[in-house]
T-cell receptor, first 114, second 114 residues
Framework: EPEVTQTPSHQVTQMGQEVILRCVPI?????FYWYRQILGQKVEFLVS????????KSEIFDDQFSVERPDGSNFTLKIRSTKLEDSAMYFC????????????FGPGTRLLVL | QQQVKQSPQSLIVQKGGISIINCAYE??????FPWYQQFPGKGPALLIA?????SEKKEGRFTISFNKSAKQFSLHIMDSQPGDSATYFC?????????????FGTGTQLKVEL
């Protein structure tokens, strides 16, 4: 069964450094998302991406964040200058063609900012 | 108005019992209500979902009950098993042409005891 994959599984970085989190969505999916989950808290929406552009973003997704689909298979989240409060689990999700309501989540990248 | 409130925060059920988790929403524009199951260290996995045009949906041991007038929906797990022990999140969204931003509840940690 196809699944969303994410790399790396864990990332440790110093405050102020740039990180890029990578995702390979399910191949025929058209909608792509990033969510984050701070330890012990609920999953929070960051951004949705469709037709090569951001379709919606949350107030968390400020100028430090960017997303890109550099080729036909990868979907990346970049944090330009990480802060301590960016430490969280980051999940990528994708949805198939159609109304795109069903989202399939990847296993996540645990980011720790020191 | 975008919040989804979930209760209880934690739940202990005996094997074979019924687990019930409740959610309430405020935004009447929401039109898609999924439940996700999350095991430690894993991404959320879609369990079952409902649209507001039906009051109940059943898939195996899992049932969603939906009360549109009360803006509430609940997950019932029949014949609960130790393997059901996980965190359960309700979510809600308004499906648009550009995607489907999920607003998650705060989660319920379910433990099924032998």
């Amino acid at each position: 069964e196809p699944e969303v994959t994410q790399t790396p599984s864990h990332q440790v970085t110093q405050m102020g450094q740039e990180v890029i989190l990578r995702c390979v969505p399910i191949s025929n999916h058209l909608y792509f998302y990033w969510y984050r989950q701070i330890l012990g808290q609920k999953v929070e929406f960051l951004v949705s991406f469709y037709n090569n552009e951001i379709s919606e973003k949350s107030e968390i997704f400020d100028d430090q964040f960017s997303v890109e689909r550099p080729d036909g298979s990868n979907f990346t989240l970049k944090i330009r200058s990480t802060k301590l409060e960016d430490s969280a689990m980051y999940f990528c999700a994708s949805s198939p063609p159609g109304v795109g309501e069903t989202q399939y989540f990847g296993p996540g990248t645990r980011l720790l900012v020191l | 108005q975008q919040q989804v409130k979930q209760s209880p925060q934690s739940l202990i059920v005996q094997k074979g019992g019924i687990s019930i988790i409740n959610c309430a929403y405020e935004n009447t524009a929401f039109d898609y209500f999924p439940w996700y199951q999350q095991f430690p260290g894993k991404g959320p996995a879609l369990l079952i979902a409902i649209r507001p045009d039906v009051s109940e949906k059943k898939e195996g041991r899992f049932t969603i009950s939906f009360n549109k007038s009360a803006k509430q929906f609940s997950l019932h797990i029949m014949d609960s098993q130790p393997g059901d022990s996980a965190t359960y999140f309700c979510a809600a969204s308004r499906v648009t042409g550009g995607g489907n931003k999920l607003t998650f509840g705060t989660g319920t940690q379910l433990k099924v005891e032998l």
